[in-house]
């Protein structure tokens, strides 16, 4: 089981003094406890990270102005939440309509109406067989079982079909002229 005690007064006066192997040690055992601290009070367990980060970081630079060694773990303890605090203030709220950052523009949405017909018209031009496994396999999302258990086939033969079905579809995308090869 993992250490559950802060480290001891002996190495934090000796980081509170400058001693950079101390200031490593504490830091390294004071990353467990910050760690919880943290994933209790932040919102999302990214925020828990860098806020224990962030608190590591600050022990680091600031230990020397630790006035009690006995204070560490409230010391850290508010550090931590002021962190998740400032994190949380950071994020953006969805109180009202969120704006949409996405707007898709009439000549996109025509283009992707365009493609979409393209692709419906390739498994349209599918052989009776082809289009019904891509359609359950790729459209409907049954599972390879599943569909070939629908259509009384096996799987391998299922498994053929749609290869030869998304091989067919993939030509006819790439090709858009028909033209010969």
Known sequence: MAETTWPGERLIAAAR???VESIAALVSGSHPHVRRFARSLCA??????????EALI???RKIGTLRASGALASW???IV???CLRRARLRPRHDG???????VS????VLRRLEAGRVAAAIAALPADQRRVLIMRDVQGYSGRMTADALGLSVPAMKSRLHRARAAVHHALRDPGGGDD
Not at 44 to 53: K, L
Not at 106 to 109: P, R, T, W
């Open 17 to 19: 003094g400058g001693d």
């Open 106 to 109: 009439a000549e996109d949405e």
């Open 58 to 60: 600050i022990l680091y």
């Open 44 to 53: 999302s367990p990214e925020d828990a990270e860098d806020a224990a980060q």
């Open 81 to 83: 939440r002021n962190e």
């Open 76 to 78: 850290m303890f508010r």
């Open 97 to 103: 309509p969120v704006p949409d950052v996405g707007t």
